[in-house]
């Protein structure tokens, strides 16, 4: 599924909405990637829905993303799983990606530097909190990966 949105333009300070990028939502579940997907569309990004990882890798093969939010657990392909993919593909190599993760859930230090995952953010989470981590990943500020 597939929507763009028109409105926010960058900030050419640096400072607030990135320009319009385009991302791909991966959870599967609906309600969770509604959410995700509303919320960065409400900030004129373009995005890409997707049920699971396969999907998710199937999409970025169609349309490259600027970005890949993505569950951890998801059935066929699980969200890490998809991550080492990409970094194996010279396409995506450096597309980066925010992992949503269970409650306590910590991904290995060594796992991540396997992948391109730069955050991790906990369900649940709030919508305007993921909203400005996807910004600040998109306008290249320093990320500590595994933040919580």
Same mark, same amino acid.
């Given at each position: 599924?597939?929507? #763009?949105?028109?409105? &926010?333009?960058? &900030? ?8 319009? =990028? ?7 579940? &609906?309600?969770? =990637? ?11 990004? %373009? ?22 939010? #993505? ?6 392909m699980s ?15 450096? #597309? ?18 396997? #992948? &391109?995952?730069?955050? %991790? ?18 306008n290249g ?8």
């Open positions: 599924m597939q929507d #763009t949105a028109a409105g &926010n333009s960058a &900030n050419p300070h640096g400072a607030g909405p990135s320009a319009p =990028r385009t991302i791909i939502v991966a959870d599967d579940e &609906n309600h969770i =990637r509604a959410i995700v997907a509303a919320k960065i569309r409400s900030a004129g990004h %373009t995005v890409l829905e997707a049920r699971d990882g396969e999907e998710a890798l199937e999409l970025a093969s169609q349309t490259p993303p600027d970005l890949i939010v #993505t569950d951890l657990q998801m059935p066929f969200g890490l799983e998809m991550a080492l993919h990409l970094k194996a593909d010279p396409r995506f190599s450096s #597309t980066p990606l925010l992992m949503l993760t269970a409650r306590g859930h910590i991904l290995d230090q060594e796992v991540l530097a396997q #992948t &391109n995952i730069v955050m %991790t953010m906990a369900k649940p989470f709030g919508a305007r909190e993921l909203l400005r981590r996807v910004e600040s990943i998109l500020e320093p990320q500590i990966r595994g933040a919580a």
